[in-house]
């Protein structure tokens, strides 16, 4: 079992021809992903070649859509460009939609994602600035590294692509059902709420990884619905301990002001709810460690 990414589906990636885009399909292919096409208007017509697959270039999403039988979507566009490219992959009905695009402005982020609340909410939005989502041994929608880990029952989401890749090594002896990092801007698509709500109700899921960061609520937010609604084993941690206070750390959502947004607060959050909450990536790992042992 997996969450929002299975064998059932389908990819394109909106902005195939590019460098990023071209070089993370060739990954994505290597991961076993079921790639079908890409996007690009003023190449449509064309093919890419991958070893031996080769891919056709459409002109639209919808078009993409109708001739593969595509319902995942990954966005390899510049910034400029990325609203256009999710307001159209919207319009399509596409299912999952994964923005990689890093410096994506937040107002453009805040119109399309109420633009797809608009639209009926018929379309997941992952990121922007995230490395997407994984479903080990089975399919990948975006940049992490599929070599770090198999399938095993441990769900993961977080903030940070560098902080998911790590906790996918430290577990690798386990394994992850579903990874996926729901970037660290602002406004986001995918919450830690929404991940957490499809792992409780993941059979296959067994225990639930949650990493955030300094900055905003997401994780005080997080730790009353796992208070509320979740049974399974939640281990947390959070980034940013010696971060100073009020500079902007990394993320454009990583900024502290007062006692808002702190690793401490976020931290005494997630330990009130019953969540065990790691000092180090590492220490995390082996929180959760000792928990598998006892279902496993």
Known sequence: MAIFLDAQSKVIV???????????????????????????ARKAG??????????PVFGTVAEAIDKTGANVSVVFVP?????????????????LLVIITEGVPVQDTAEFWAYAQAAGNKTRIIGPNCPGIITPGVALAG??????????????????????????????????STAIGIGGDPIVGTTHIDALAAFE??????????????GGDAEERAAEY??????????????????????????????????SGTAQAKQEALEAAGVKVG????ATAELVREILKTLT
């Open 14 to 40: 909106q902005g195939i021809t590019g460098g990023e885009g071209s070089k993370h399909t060739a990954l994505m292919l290597r991961a076993g992903t079921d790639v079908v096409g890409g996007v690009n």
């Open 46 to 55: 064309t093919t890419v070649t991958h070893g031996e697959v080769e891919l």
């Open 79 to 95: 910034p400029a460009f990325t609203k256009d490219a999710v307001v159209e992959a919207i319009d399509a009905g596409i299912g």
């Open 143 to 176: 940049i992490t590294p599929a070599n770090i880990t198999g399938p095993g029952p441990v769900g993961l989401v977080s903030k940070s692509g560098t902080l998911t890749y790590q906790m996918m090594f430290e577990l690798r002896d386990f394994g992850f």
């Open 201 to 214: 109700a993941d059979p296959d899921t067994l225990a639930i990884v949650m990493i955030g960061e300094i």
């Open 226 to 259: 796992i208070s509320a609604s979740v049974t399974k084993p939640v281990v947390g941690y959070v980034a940013g301990f010696t971060a100073p206070e009020g500079k902007t750390m990394g993320h454009a959502g990583a900024i502290v002001s007062g006692s």
């Open 279 to 282: 000092k180090t990536p590492s």
